[in-house]
């Protein structure tokens, strides 16, 4: 026999929960099933594709697909964790071909903790000095494009403040948060730098922030600040 062909792999992902891909790493907040097709047309059980998960190795059961060139397997990942999923095939001529994949199962939801450094307030909820914000993510599976910082700023009759580029002066803090330079890992909290979190501006605020982490579980629920700055003496 004369086989100077490679085999061929497809593979395919059948989620039980949600799920997302980020920097060629696939996360899921539920099991994972990995359907593997190999195409060659000499295929031998006894020389049957290696599959290994991190450093050990697994034995599939292939199928042949109607007796056709195609043998399919699969394998399914319950337990929460970090897998490296390779899977290698060398057929009776030599001719190889791999596919390497890295899979997190995440089912732990991300936690919010907020806090403001200020004086104390003259009266309930207002301030008569700038105020900063605190945030932190406990999350290990963090990504600062995901964070949704959304502050409202408004005057006394309700317009909305501007800032000195002549955008919404929220649209700063919402995109502070989301720039990865501005988070610091500190054990397992991601901490917002409070330095670009002030709030200097006389307005009417509400504070909220969300998250979902790279597997889309969702932190609870943060329960909205509001706060007035009024630093101007009637």
Do not use: H
Request: contains cysteine; negative net charge.
């Amino acid at each position: 026999i004369i086989d100077n062909t490679s085999p061929k792999i497809n593979v395919s992902y059948y989620y039980e929960g949600t799920n997302n891909s980020f920097s060629n790493i696939n996360y899921s907040n539920d099991s994972i099933t990995v359907k593997f097709e190999i195409i060659e047309k000499y295929f031998n059980l006894s020389n049957e594709p290696i599959f290994m998960v991190d450093d050990n190795r697994i034995q599939l059961v292939w199928n042949q697909v109607d007796e056709s060139d195609c043998w399919t397997a699969s394998y399914t990942f319950f337990d929460e964790g970090e897998y490296k999923v390779l899977i290698y095939f060398d057929d009776a001529s030599g001719n190889s071909v791999e596919y390497e994949k890295d899979l997190i199962i995440d089912r732990e939801a991300p936690v919010i903790k907020g806090s403001y450094k200020s004086k104390d307030p003259v009266k309930d909820k207002i301030f008569n000095a700038d105020r900063s914000a605190s945030f932190a993510i406990k999350e290990s599976n963090f990504n600062s494009k995901d964070v949704e910082l959304k502050v409202t700023a408004k005057n006394i009759n309700g317009k909305d403040i501007i800032y000195i580029d002549g955008d919404k002066y929220v649209k700063y803090f919402y995109d502070y948060a989301k720039e990865e330079n501005n988070w610091t890992l500190v054990e397992d909290w991601w901490i917002l730098n409070t330095e670009g979190m002030k709030f200097e501006k006389e307005a009417i605020y509400t504070v909220d922030i969300e998250y979902s982490d790279l597997a889309k579980n969702p932190a609870k629920d943060y329960p909205v600040d509001n706060f007035t700055i009024d630093k101007t003496s009637p």
